[in-house]
């Protein structure tokens, strides 16, 4: 019988990739939190680097810190709802 050789399954990544990409994800989330918070709609291209998954939680994240730092009530209510639900549970 000949020993079977596993492959691996994932290619290796570079050390620097995941710093790399995290850098240019929060730069696009900077660059699309700043045009929700001016009002304008300017089109925000993000590098060729960011798969589309990742481009897509960025523009998600963007909008709800745009919302959370447009609206502070909001956010403050919703805290102080899910603390009492929390506490009335307990």
């Given at each position: 019988?000949?020993?079977?050789?596993?492959?691996p399954i994932?290619?290796?990544?570079?050390?620097?990739?995941?710093?790399?990409?995290?850098?240019?994800a929060?730069d696009f989330?900077?660059?699309?939190?700043?045009?929700?918070i001016?009002?304008?709609?300017?089109?925000?291209?993000p590098?060729?680097a960011?798969?589309?998954?990742?481009?897509?939680a960025?523009r998600?994240?963007?909008?709800?810190?745009?919302?959370?730092?447009?609206?502070?009530?909001?956010?403050?209510?919703?805290?102080?709802?899910a603390?009492?639900?929390f506490?009335?549970?307990?």
């Open positions: 019988m000949i020993p079977v050789t596993l492959l994932m290619a290796p990544i570079p050390t620097d990739w995941a710093l790399h990409t995290t850098c240019i929060g989330v900077h660059r699309l939190f700043d045009c929700h001016s009002g304008r709609q300017q089109l925000v291209l590098l060729l960011l798969d589309v998954p990742t481009m897509l960025c998600q994240l963007a909008r709800v810190l745009a919302d959370a730092y447009s609206n502070p009530s909001g956010l403050l209510l919703y805290t102080v709802g603390l009492l639900t506490y009335s549970s307990v």
